[in-house]
Structures are given as C-alpha cells and as structure tokens.
C-alpha cells in the first residue's frame, strides 16, 4: 500500500506507470483518468487498437491467457501498478506476478475468486454468509441432470468461467434431454478447459444494482465506500442494456445492498473500486449474484451523474490518493449500444447529429476496430431533471443511433 501526495511527469524518471491489461472501453476510461493525473499508461490486449490502446503511451498484442506472454510483457514494463480490466487473463501470470511483488489490483486472489463462479459462491455464500440464489455445482450432465432437480425449476446453467451471459441456459422443466443440452452449451463456453458448471435458482427479478464500493487509503489505513447504487435493468437478456443514477428504490433494500457491496469488497480486500452486482427480487429478497473487481459496465452512469465517475474513483483509490464520497450531481441513465454485424471492420456508427441534437445527450464510441454480432461499441448518455427524463433522452437517443458497414474508407475528408 503506497500513499501518494506527489506525482510526476509520464516517460521520465520517477513517473508512475500503470499496466493495463484488457484494454476495452472501460480501460479507455481508466486509461483517460490516469492521463489526466499525469500517469504513464501501458494497454495489453489480445488484439491490436482495443479501445484503451488509442489513449495509452504504449501497447502490446499478446495472448492474454497465456501466463508467459502476459508475465514477459509486466516484467519488461516493469509496472507500478498492474490493473486487470478484463476476467480473460492467466491466473497463473496473475499470481505469480504479485508474488513477485508487482502490485496487482486489487489483489490476484480477488481476481481469481471474482472469475469463477464456483469459487466466488464459496467465498459470498459459504464464507461471508451473504443471500444468494440456491445453487449447486456439476461436473457432467449426470451432475447436472441431480443438481437441477435439488435446486428446482425454472433454474439457470451457467459454465464456471464466462462474461456478459455466454454459455446461460434457463432450463424450466424436469428435461434430461434439455438439462444434458444446457450443460454441454456451458461447458462449450466456458473460458479454459473447464466442465464445471453452476446451477442457480431462477429468480423473479424486480430491480438490479450495481453496488460500486472502492477500498482507499486513508489515515494510514484502508476504508471501504459506497456510492449511491445504479440501477439497472436487462429486458430479461443477460447482458447490460440500461443502467441509472440516483436510485429510485426503497432506502431499506438500497441500505442491504450497499451493505453487501461493503462486504464483498472488505472480504476481497486490495484497493480500487468493485462492481457489485445484486438483485432485488419479485418477493422482496435482496441477492448477492456476483463481483467485478473492477470498474463496471452499467457504472458508465457515473460520467454524468456523479462528482468522480467510477474509472476516477478507481484510478485515484489505487494510486493511494483520497477518495471522499463522490455525490450525484445529476439524474442520468446509459444504454448500451451492440452490433449485429459480423467483422465488419472500422464499423459506421451512425445518426449522431440526431442523437445529440437531443440536449443532456452524449455519446461515447469505444472505438473497436471490428464487429462480431453482441459486440458492444457505444454506450449513450443522458442527463436530465429526473431519471425518468434521462432514460426518456437515452432511449430516444439510442433509437436514432445505428451500426453500419462500411468498406474501411473514411468519408467526407
Ligand atoms: N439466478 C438468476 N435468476 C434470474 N436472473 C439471473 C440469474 N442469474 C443471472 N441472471 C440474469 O442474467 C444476468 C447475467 O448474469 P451473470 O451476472 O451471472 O452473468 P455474467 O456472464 O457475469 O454477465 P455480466 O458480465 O453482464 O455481469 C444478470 O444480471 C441477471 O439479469
Ligand atoms: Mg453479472
């Protein structure tokens, strides 16, 4: 834990060098924060011009998950500070780079325990005690076929390590047929070798959030924070699509929730920020489902509703710089905006004169150099007087905007 009251210039003696590794869009915020702070960034990723590279002193191509490649690039930077940005990377690399003393954050067990489904339900549910849905694991479609019908139906099959929903199957009748299917579709996307899986118990959902906590130094020691939950909601899908600021529901389940946030990111420890996710359910329950270690997704929110956004609060509470309380300025929503496209290079996105004739409207483009269909290249943000006229702007906004080939040319230069 390094307390810092001064920093210097980037590329000289004496700078602080921060490493990405996983350099997408959320990177590219990290990154942008810590150029502001004047720090000498490095984005990794396994493909060139990722979104962060665009804004980093240097890059690097390498297979992330490859402990040799991921290992070869840090000792060669030689890093202050390592930041994992994706789930993606080498655990091995991981851990033996912060045995070797390079400080990983918030800590490789974090990581580790935060990328695998299984571990992380031992950690939440078994050792901190926290509510989650019922689940069981399996390790074949036997196992699979037992555990569905202890955990019952409708249940969801999800493969030990995966992001954004790949590899979820909802199973809602007692089908060995479909149950043996869903477990072979888990395992088929599962990242690694893995052929676990977890089943968990289908909940009725009535609300998400996205508990952003951040653990800094202060007065010699470390504290945890919350910020105000984001709300969230996914239309059933199982990846981000809206996301708001501030919260609208009840202050007894906000308080629970936030409660969990705390406890996760005291359980994990290190520094930095956490993307807590809980549910509230249909029946009032208030669930732990999972933890990024990291800045989250449906936390872009923050670059217009609060006084630090996430990737500010991340970068400060890991360069061991202070951290007050960011409060919301501002109601605002995000959407999310994905292609269907496949490998369409320097994709169109197209309609933004529409979209930000809308007043509070912004937008960011990541970027990416390619498509695949569910790829992620744009959020929208909106602010307003209220979070109903801020998902009003968003959403309209998000109408107007759309994703289009193109032949690689740039047009109108
Ligand atoms: N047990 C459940 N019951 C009902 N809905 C669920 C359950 N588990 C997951 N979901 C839905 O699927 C979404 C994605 O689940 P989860 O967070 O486990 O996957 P993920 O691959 O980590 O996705 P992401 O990277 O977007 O967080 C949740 O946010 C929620 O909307
Ligand atoms: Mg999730």
Known sequence: ?????????????GSVK??????????KEVAIEAQRLGVEVVAVDRYDWAPAMHVAHRRYVIDMMNPNAVKSVVRRESPDIVVPEIEAISTEAIEDLESEGFFVVPNA????????????????ARSLGLPTTKFEFAESP?????????????????????????????????????????YEYAISHSRGRSRKVIVEEFVDLSLEYTVLTYRYVKDG????????????????????????QPPTSDP??????AEIGVRVAEGLGGLGIFGVEVFLTKDGRVLFSEVAPRPHDTGMVTMV??????????????????????????????IAIYTDLENVWSPKICGLREALEIPGVDVRLFGKPFTYPGRRVAVVLARGSSVEEA????????????????????SGV
Request: glycine letters at 8%; one cysteine or more.
């Open 252 to 257: 007894n389940t906000l308080r629970k929730a």
């Open 1 to 13: 834990m390094k307390v810092r009251t001064c920093l210097q210039s980037p590329m000289y003696e």
């Open 221 to 244: 020691g470390i504290v945890t924070e919350v910020c105000d939950p984001v709300e969230q909601w996914r239309y059933g899908s199982y990846h981000y699509i809206e996301s708001w």
């Open 109 to 124: 067990k974090a990581v580790k325990i935060a990328m695998n489904r299984i571990e992380l339900r031992r950690f939440a």
């Open 391 to 410: 998902l009003g702007k968003a959403r309209e906004a998000a109408r107007k905007i759309s994703v289009e080939p193109s032949r690689g040319v740039r």
């Open 18 to 27: 921060l490493l990405l590794l996983g350099s997408g869009e959320l990177g």
């Open 142 to 182: 036997e196992e699979a076929v037992e555990a569905c019908e202890r955990v019952g139906y409708p249940c969801l099959i999800k493969p030990e390590m995966s992001s954004s929903g790949h590899g979820h199957t909802k199973v809602v009748e007692p089908s060995r047929k479909k149950i043996v299917e869903a």
């Open 305 to 334: 509703t609060q006084e630090l956004s996430e990737f500010a609060i991340h970068v400060r509470s890991i360069l061991g710089l202070p951290v007050p309380k960011p409060r919301v300025i501002s109601p605002g929503a995000s």
